[in-house]
């Protein structure tokens, strides 16, 4: 079959396809990511592309203006290849992973929760998996013929006091020349066991005294982004770390369509490659940025949702979609890191957290461990925001755990002018109550493009307080404003202005946003009332909320109770835990004692599967109004709205 040249700008690369191929496959045989937050349905119409030079067949659709065809817009996803052609990702299409390593600035007064390995020691948890032993060994001769692995084992027990000591068979073939590189002067490292009664294996030697080179890796796995920690084993201390975006977002936004993906032909190979890839990027960035040997770094610890770990670890995730539900495995053995195509050394274990369903994963078992809920007496309840929100509810004698699916609102899917949080993106945002003209605040300080998920919270929360949009997420007609318009029977708010703008058109928010945003925080919210009912709480009831994921860390408190996405609770009893996977990983990857409780601790959560649980959905349709169908289960907003009303009159 003919084959036809397609150019990408502005990254100039180059892929020849054949004919008949659409834009969107291109791209991801060329690594361009292109917005397609439907997966390649041609529903979203977040994949726009320009025309510069040659032509394609279709890409024509409802949510391209005659305007926007004229200018050589076509939507990736409906244009087949039909000759050579360039194509120009514009800024709105594109994607920015440069914000990803910029850590959040709070604005708020909530307590934020950080790693303490002082912590961990004083309260006895501190046990390292991974320990280095330098031996000066005698060297053999005429009358010492002991074999290297005979004399190695033997000097190690008499020196370290071990017992039942095993040694990996890469480290056989490694160890004579090891050995006299430095005249018998070696280090051996130790992976120590789980339980008390197991084996310490011997995974590793190198020649000299290495002691104080002694590194892990932490790794978070998630449907968006994938971020990666490198760790000093004896300090606790990260040398460096790394986001990027998983590179599986070009092949679906959320964890459905990468099964659905994953089923067809090569799906779940090309799933496995894709974010391997983007895990040995990472890889590569924290070993050179920290400037440390490879040959170091002992083990890797990763945790991801269900689907996510399955994909990684190549297993058939086409189960986990359907009724009832039911995930491959639960507990994984530790697998050596190169037999997942980890450019790591051949000694590295991969340590992969358990899961508990098919919808809560090791992610959410590494934020419980990680956040120390399950050591903790006061009645907690854990959040972590995203694409598929998770729940857990209990403290050190019980947990309760549920999944319920919010929708890509979060991360401006659903959303006409939504996008990740990038460089443009409005992110925080305020409104004159009475011209009711906007002040908008993007991410880098630059020209808007487009609105990320808390600037979504914090447009609509701003614009409910202020009477522009009223319970039902629609807008006020009457008011005097030309911001609030009609277009093709839809009204809207016009939130920036064309020549404002990177792009050429008005960035605006619509009631049909509104509605899409009112649906993810009411399946948030009632999924928190139906787990609370279940073990017989309320709200009331809690001591504690640990808002969890790099989402949350953006969150403004205040703004998201307005829209009932959270609980209506003083700041002072809300803690931010960031990336609570992550943060699971990195102690899994520094204490034995976390990975002994963490099999615990999964066999103790209780799932209830919301969608087979009657009341979450007489919940869901109360929660789908601003905030809240019961205003009195928010007093403090409530009181708010009052007086204000009191002053119009």
Same mark, same amino acid.
């Given at each position: 079959?003919?084959?036809?040249?397609?150019l990408?700008?502005?990254q100039?690369?180059t892929?020849?396809v054949?004919? /008949?191929?659409?834009?969107?496959?291109?791209?991801?045989?060329?690594?361009?990511h292109?917005?397609?937050?439907?997966?390649?349905?041609?529903?979203?119409g977040?994949c726009?592309v320009?025309i510069?030079?040659?032509?394609?067949?279709?890409?024509?659709?409802e949510?391209?203006?005659?305007?926007?065809?004229?200018?050589? $817009?076509r939507?990736?996803?409906?244009?087949?290849?039909t000759?050579d052609?360039?194509v120009?990702i514009?800024?709105?299409?594109?994607?920015?992973?440069?914000?990803?390593?910029?850590?959040?600035a709070?604005r708020?007064t909530?307590r934020?929760k950080?790693?303490?390995?002082?912590?961990l020691?004083?309260?006895?948890?501190?046990?390292?998996?991974?320990e280095k032993?330098?031996l000066?060994l005698?060297?053999?001769s005429?009358q010492?013929?002991?074999?290297?692995?005979?004399?190695?084992?033997s000097f190690?027990?008499?020196q370290n006091d071990?017992?039942?000591?095993?040694?990996?068979?890469?480290?056989?073939r490694k *160890?004579?020349d090891?050995?006299?590189?430095?005249?018998?002067?070696v280090?051996?490292?130790?992976?120590?066991?789980?339980?008390e009664?197991?084996?310490?294996?011997?995974?590793?030697v190198?020649?000299?005294?290495?002691?104080?080179?002694?590194?892990?890796?932490?790794v978070?796995?998630?449907?968006?982004?994938?971020?990666?920690?490198?760790?000093?084993?004896?300090?606790?201390?990260?040398l460096?770390e790394q986001?990027?975006?998983?590179?599986?977002?070009s $092949?679906?936004e959320?964890?459905?369509s990468?099964?659905?993906?994953?089923?067809? /032909?090569?799906?779940?190979?090309?799933?496995?490659?894709?974010?391997?890839?983007?895990i040995?990027?990472?890889?590569?960035?924290i070993?050179?940025?920290?400037?440390?040997d490879?040959d170091g770094?002992?083990?890797?610890? *990763?945790?991801?949702?269900?689907?996510?770990?399955q994909?990684f670890?190549?297993?058939?995730?086409?189960?986990?979609?359907?009724?009832?539900?039911?995930?491959?495995?639960?507990?994984?053995?530790?697998?050596?890191?190169?037999?997942?195509?980890?450019?790591?050394?051949?000694h590295?274990?991969?340590?992969?957290?358990?899961q508990?369903?098919?919808?809560v994963?090791?992610d959410?078992?590494?934020?419980?461990?990680?956040s120390?809920?399950?050591r903790?007496?006061?009645?907690?309840?854990?959040?972590?925001i995203?694409?598929?929100a998770?729940?857990?509810? /209990?403290?050190r004698?019980?947990l309760?755990c549920?999944?319920c699916?919010?929708?890509?609102?979060f991360?401006?899917?659903?959303?006409?002018f /939504?996008m990740r949080?990038?460089?443009g993106?409005i992110?925080?945002?305020?409104?004159?109550?009475?011209?009711?003209e906007?002040?908008?605040?993007?991410?880098?300080?630059?020209?808007?493009k487009?609105?990320?998920?808390?600037g979504?919270?914090?447009?609509?929360a701003?614009?409910?307080e202020?009477?522009?949009?009223?319970?039902?997420g629609?807008?006020?007609?009457? *008011?005097?404003?030309d911001?609030?318009?009609?277009?093709?029977g839809v009204?809207?708010?016009?939130?920036?202005?064309?020549?404002?703008?990177?792009?050429?058109?008005?960035?605006v928010l619509?009631?049909i946003?509104i509605e899409?945003?009112?649906?993810?925080?009411?399946?948030?919210y009632s999924?928190?009332?139906?787990?609370l009912e279940?073990?017989?709480?309320?709200?009331q009831?809690?001591?504690?909320?640990?808002?969890?994921?790099?989402?949350?860390? $953006?969150?403004? *408190?205040?703004r998201?109770m307005?829209i009932?996405l959270?609980?209506e609770?003083a700041?002072?009893?809300?803690t931010y835990?960031?990336?609570a996977?992550?943060?699971?990983a990195?102690?899994s990857?520094?204490?034995?004692?976390?990975?002994?409780?963490v099999?615990?601790?999964?066999?103790?959560?209780?799932?209830?599967e919301?969608?087979?649980?009657?009341?979450?959905?007489?919940h869901?349709?109360a929660?789908?109004?601003?905030p809240?169908?019961?205003?009195h289960?928010f007093p403090m907003?409530?009181?708010?709205?009052?007086?204000r009303?009191?002053?119009?009159?």
């Amino acid at each position: 079959m003919k084959t036809h040249t397609i150019l990408f700008q502005p990254q100039n690369r180059t892929v020849a396809v054949e004919a /008949g191929e659409s834009l969107i496959r291109a791209a991801m045989e060329a690594g361009v990511h292109i917005n397609a937050s439907c997966g390649g349905e041609g529903v979203c119409g977040k994949c726009r592309v320009i025309i510069e030079k040659g032509e394609v067949a279709g890409g024509v659709s409802e949510r391209l203006t005659p305007e926007d065809r004229e200018k050589g $817009y076509r939507l990736a996803c409906r244009s087949s290849v039909t000759g050579d052609v360039t194509v120009r990702i514009p800024v709105e299409s594109a994607i920015d992973a440069s914000v990803l390593n910029i850590p959040p600035a709070p604005r708020r007064t909530a307590r934020v929760k950080a790693f303490n390995l002082e912590e961990l020691k004083d309260k006895g948890l501190f046990i390292p998996p991974m320990e280095k032993v330098f031996l000066a060994l005698p060297e053999p001769s005429a009358q010492d013929h002991l074999p290297d692995v005979t004399r190695l084992v033997s000097f190690l027990t008499l020196q370290n006091d071990e017992h039942r000591l095993g040694v990996e068979f890469p480290v056989i073939r490694k *160890l004579p020349d090891t050995l006299r590189q430095d005249r018998f002067r070696v280090t051996a490292t130790l992976a120590r066991p789980v339980r008390e009664d197991g084996q310490s294996v011997i995974i590793n030697v190198q020649a000299g005294d290495t002691t104080s080179r002694n590194y892990a890796v932490a790794v978070d796995i998630g449907t968006t982004t994938v971020y990666g920690q490198l760790i000093d084993l004896i300090s606790g201390a990260v040398l460096a770390e790394q986001a990027d975006f998983n590179g599986q977002i070009s $092949y679906g936004e959320d964890v459905i369509s990468r099964i659905v993906f994953a089923e067809k /032909g090569d799906g779940l190979n090309r799933l496995h490659d894709v974010v391997v890839e983007t895990i040995n990027k990472i890889l590569r960035t924290i070993i050179k940025r920290a400037g440390i040997d490879r040959d170091g770094i002992s083990s890797i610890t *990763l945790a991801g949702n269900t689907t996510m770990t399955q994909l990684f670890l190549k297993v058939n995730p086409r189960y986990i979609r359907r009724a009832p539900y039911v995930p491959a495995a639960t507990i994984y053995p530790a697998i050596k890191a190169v037999n997942l195509d980890l450019d790591l050394p051949d000694h590295v274990t991969a340590l992969v957290y358990p899961q508990v369903s098919s919808y809560v994963g090791g992610d959410i078992v590494a934020g419980v461990m990680g956040s120390g809920l399950y050591r903790t007496e006061e009645l907690t309840l854990f959040m972590d925001i995203g694409t598929n929100a998770e729940i857990v509810v /209990g403290n050190r004698d019980w947990l309760a755990c549920a999944a319920c699916s919010a929708g890509p609102a979060f991360e401006g899917g659903g959303i006409e002018f /939504g996008m990740r949080a990038a460089k443009g993106a409005i992110e925080d945002f305020s409104i004159d109550p009475v011209t009711c003209e906007p002040m908008n605040l993007t991410i880098g300080n630059v020209r808007p493009k487009g609105i990320c998920g808390s600037g979504l919270i914090n447009i609509v929360a701003a614009l409910f307080e202020a009477g522009v949009i009223n319970n039902n997420g629609k807008f006020e007609q009457t *008011l005097p404003t030309d911001r609030i318009r009609e277009r093709d029977g839809v009204w809207e708010y016009v939130l920036v202005r064309q020549a404002e703008t990177q792009i050429d058109r008005d960035v605006v928010l619509t009631e049909i946003d509104i509605e899409n945003l009112i649906r993810a925080k009411g399946a948030i919210y009632s999924g928190c009332q139906t787990l609370l009912e279940e073990v017989g709480l309320t709200i009331q009831d809690l001591d504690r909320i640990y808002l969890a994921g790099g989402f949350g860390s $953006y969150v403004d *408190l205040e703004r998201a109770m307005v829209i009932g996405l959270l609980p209506e609770m003083a700041a002072d009893k809300i803690t931010y835990i960031g990336n609570a996977s992550l943060m699971g990983a990195r102690m899994s990857a520094m204490t034995n004692r976390i990975r002994r409780d963490v099999v615990e601790v999964t066999r103790k959560m209780t799932n209830f599967e919301l969608s087979e649980t009657p009341s979450f959905m007489d919940h869901y349709v109360a929660s789908l109004f601003l905030p809240h169908t019961d205003l009195h289960l928010f007093p403090m907003l409530k009181a708010r709205l009052d007086a204000r009303r009191a002053m119009a009159r």
